[in-house]
């Protein structure tokens, strides 16, 4: 099992950055695969950046240039720095966790921070 706390959250102005952290209660070299996902009012969650054991990053298409996934081994601890953000990024952001488990792996999810991008 892994415990996930995300902190960063906030409003800021359409062009803004922000950076979101989460820290897991155990060393991320343990997790499989560490991502971000957001969902908005009425919208499904949707997967907005994730990092695989072994450094391979992948990211939605809305958010390619503009948003980067990081991680600190020694704090572990995952990252997304949002850069020229926008109105429709406005959402509730999750941090997730992918643990193997036998041939399949399990989800854990932290409990979300809220970004909200408005003038």
């Known amino acids: 099992q892994v415990q996930l706390v995300e902190s960063g959250g906030g409003l800021v102005q359409p062009g803004g950055s922000l950076r979101l952290s989460c820290v897991a209660s155990r060393s991320i070299f343990s997790i499989y695969a560490m991502g971000w996902y957001r969902q908005a009012p009425g919208k499904q969650r949707e997967l907005v950046a994730a990092i695989i054991s072994g450094g391979i990053t992948n990211y939605s298409d809305s958010v390619k240039g503009r948003f980067t996934i990081s991680t600190d081994n020694a704090k572990n601890t995952v990252y997304l720095q949002m850069n020229s953000l926008k109105p429709e990024d406005t959402a509730v952001y999750y941090c997730?966790?992918?643990?193997?488990?036998?041939?399949?792996?399990?989800?854990?999810w932290g409990q979300g921070t809220q970004v909200t991008v408005s003038s």
């Open positions: 997730n966790a992918q643990i193997v488990v036998g041939s399949g792996t399990s989800d854990y």
